[in-house]
């Protein structure tokens, strides 16, 4: 689904982010990307549905090449769903019409169907109640939950998460964590960028670690808990699992 | 039309345009900018100052102002000073003034409230702690003002102070309303004196454009300057 | 003449004031939008160009930019626009209107390029990540929120453009304060009319004040604090 070919990229001209990155993410895989802060993981998942351009190497998003100058980016982007660490609601959009937008605007859904399906996925994320609601007057948790039935609603491929709860109060985690855990069962394609080795293990089928830009391990959930085979991934995993 | 275009007469001119009209300009802005700052700081510490009658009559002057055009506040000012003269010199009669006595009145009057407001935001955005702990080092209200509050809210504000003295530089071509000769006011004379508007009227806005941004180039500058050092 | 036509004379005045500064307005808000938003893009070119346009306008006083466009335009004209424009009827006011409009746009456009600066870098990118191209992230998503981040310089601006229409008493336009000066030539109650000139620009601040503190509390966004 996701192919990732000798990534480079740089920031201005002298500071690279992303060394040679290569690896792949298949239909229904739930891969997991963690790595000390300032690594890339960020930038890696951006690079996916190009909301950063790539410098060197190729991405291929379900056949279609991302960082070829005449694909149709709109469109490629409207079928990855994408969750931030900041939630990033519209805040001057009720909870449901930030659901409609891009359900309008890019995939040209009439009104009614557009409101009928992002209603269909509040119920789901157990937020139907708030539909009129802005996003200020929603708690974090609730924020996230509602960030990510919004990418849910352009019926994505693929989903990219972006630290989707390290923004987030202890409390609220479990209930963003819980859906994103559903979502993995349900079979969807999902790449996440966390901390939370809980949910990597209890759904990830293979994790990376990146350090300073490089891939330095990308290895099957078992192999990666078990044995990682780097020091600097030894070391992160023992500093946070340390609490 | 470009084909025509004279050149000489600017170079002709050139000695009027800058010994008189510009340096009545660049004077005038150089004081009324001076007294502005002055003024407008005294304005800010009343409006700061806690005490209630003297903060709303610093503060319903400062509204005044900014309410009203500058070109109407030139016609007032034109037209009142000698009666103010008379007043404060109790002579018998209003007394004469110079256009540039009255113009130099004026411009530090308005200018006050923009400077005044400017210099409030820059006092308030000094932490609390700041005059605290002078204060606490035995500082009276006037030296905490004077040594600590003030300098460094003269510091943040200095590139917001320099942009409103740009603006200043710009405002002051108003006097052309009372006919005055600044530097606008030589170029229109020379312009309808040998029938060449076009020229005249040229060369001054580039004049005015090559004075104000090299001048709000450098304000940029320092903008980045300060920002680094704090 | 009675006190009733001063009154009659300063009101016209006031009407004219009110228009040109409207239709300054105008012209600010479209073209300062434009500007403020090329300015915000990606693109070297656009924003070196929205660079442009705001020193051009922002650093020639207001009084030279109206003689420019009042006495200079039509002479660098070919020679039959040239005319037309200067027979145009009630040319000072489409002057000042435009000179005044061009010179505010630029003000409009710095203010609203930090407005939309001052939005989370997150909120262009998860509009993008949704499909939509940069026209519909700008016109559902950035722009909505920056105008009311910028609402209350704007209306400060706003304010600034009708006190700049006096400066066009200098390319002949009788607005407000014109009308004061020039009922001190033929009548010595100098006094009288500037006051009530003064009293009429301080009822128009007021009335704009506060009908701009309606549409801020309109547009206010329930539960959202600025700055968050
Ligand atoms: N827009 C940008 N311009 C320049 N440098 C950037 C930009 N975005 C990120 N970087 C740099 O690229 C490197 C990788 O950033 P990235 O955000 O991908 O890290 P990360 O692994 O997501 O870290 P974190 O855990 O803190 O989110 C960092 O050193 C960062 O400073
Ligand atoms: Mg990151």
Redesign the interface.
């Known amino acids: 689904m996701i192919e990732i070919n000798h990534v480079n990229k740089w920031y201005g001209p002298s500071f690279q982010a992303l060394k040679d990155c290569t690896t792949s993410v298949a239909k229904g895989e739930v891969v997991v990307v963690c790595g000390p802060s300032g690594s890339g993981k960020s930038t890696l998942i951006k690079c996916v549905n190009a909301l950063e351009p790539i410098q060197g190497g190729d991405i291929t998003l379900d056949g279609v090449k991302v960082n070829d100058p005449r694909t149709d980016l709109p469109k490629l982007r409207s079928r990855v769903g994408m969750v931030f660490q900041h939630f990033e609601l519209f805040p001057h959009l009720r909870i449901v019409e930030n659901l409609c937008l891009a359900q309008e605007k890019v995939l040209g859904r009439r009104h009614d169907d557009a409101v009928a399906k992002g209603m269909k996925l509040l119920d789901r994320v157990g937020l139907k109640d708030h539909a009129k609601k802005f996003p200020a007057e929603l708690s974090g948790g609730q924020q996230q939950r509602v960030a990510i039935a919004r990418a849910l609603a352009m019926d994505p491929i693929a989903m990219l998460f972006d630290e989707p709860t390290s923004a987030l109060d202890p409390e609220m985690i479990s209930e963003v964590l819980d859906v994103m855990v559903d979502l993995a069962r349900e079979g969807m394609t999902m790449m996440v960028v966390t901390h939370e080795m809980g949910f990597a293990n209890k759904v990830a089928d293979r994790v990376i670690f990146m350090d300073r830009g490089e891939i330095v391990e990308d290895a099957k959930k078992t192999d990666f808990f078990g044995q990682p085979r780097s020091d600097r991934a030894q070391k992160f995993l023992s500093k946070i699992l340390q609490h | 039309m470009i084909g025509n275009f004279d050149f000489d007469v600017i170079r002709r001119a050139l000695p009027y345009l800058f010994f008189e009209g510009m340096r009545f300009t660049l004077t005038l802005t150089a004081l009324a900018a001076f007294g502005g700052l002055v003024f407008g700081t005294l304005i800010a510490l009343m409006r700061l100052s806690g005490y209630r009658l003297l903060g709303r009559v610093a503060g319903i002057y400062v509204d005044f102002m900014r309410s009203l055009p500058l070109v109407l506040v030139i016609f007032w000012f034109y037209f009142l000073v000698p009666y103010i003269g008379q007043w404060l010199t109790g002579a018998s009669r209003p007394i004469t003034v110079g256009a540039f006595a009255s113009s130099l009145i004026t411009f530090i009057m308005f200018e006050a409230a923009y400077f005044s407001e400017i210099m409030r935001a820059g006092i308030q955005s000094i932490s609390r702690g700041q005059p605290a702990a002078a204060n606490a080092l035995g500082l009276t209200y006037s030296q905490t003002m004077r040594y600590v509050v003030l300098p460094q809210a003269f510091r943040n504000m200095l590139p917001v102070l320099l942009t409103q003295t740009i603006v200043l530089f710009q405002d002051t071509s108003l006097v052309y309303v009372l006919s005055i000769t600044d530097f606008l006011g030589a170029a229109s004379k020379v312009a309808q004196r040998d029938g060449r508007l076009v020229e005249m009227y040229l060369f001054a806005a580039v004049v005015y454009f090559v004075i104000c941004s090299a001048a709000s180039f450098l304000v940029r500058r320092l903008q980045a300057r300060i920002a680094i050092v704090r | 003449m009675g006190t009733g036509t001063y009154l009659d004379l300063l009101l016209s005045g006031l009407v004219v004031t009110l228009k040109t500064s409207l239709l300054a307005w105008i012209i600010a808000l479209i073209s300062g939008c434009v500007i403020g938003v090329m300015r915000t893009l990606p693109s070297r070119t656009a924003s070196w160009i929205g660079f442009g346009y705001v ?2 306008f ?8 109206l ?2 466009w009042f ?2 335009l039509p ?2 004209l070919p020679k039959s626009a040239g005319l037309w424009l200067k027979q145009l009827p009630n040319a000072p006011f489409w002057t000042a209107a435009i000179g005044i409009g061009f010179f505010m746009s630029a003000r409009v456009a710095v203010q609203l390029q930090a407005g939309i600066s001052s939005l ?1 870098r ?2 262009k ?9 940069t026209m ?1 992230t700008y016109r ?2 950035l722009l ?2 920056a105008f ?1 981040i910028i609402l209350p310089p704007l209306t400060s601006e706003f ?1 600034n453009t009708i ?5 066009a ?2 390319i002949g336009l009788v607005e407000l ?1 014109g009308e ?2 020039s009922m ?1 030539e033929f009548s010595f109650q ?2 009288e009319a ?1 006051t009530a ?2 009293v009429l ?2 009822i128009v ?1 007021f009335i704009v004040a506060t009908a701009m503190r309606f549409l801020e509390r309109y547009v206010a ?5 600025a700055g ?1």
Not at chain 3, 125 to 133: F, V
Not at chain 3, 163 to 167: I, M, P, Q, R, S
Not at chain 3, 221 to 225: D, L, S, T
């Open positions: 020193e051009f922002r650093n020639m006083p207001l009084l030279v930019q003689f420019l006495f200079v002479e660098l989370p997150g909120q990118q998860a509009a993008t990540a949704l499909g939509l191209t519909q559902y998503v909505p929120m009311r304010l006190k700049n229409t006096a400066v008493i200098t304060t004061a000066r001190q100098v006094f500037f000139a003064t620009y301080l601040n966004i329930p539960g959202y604090i968050k």
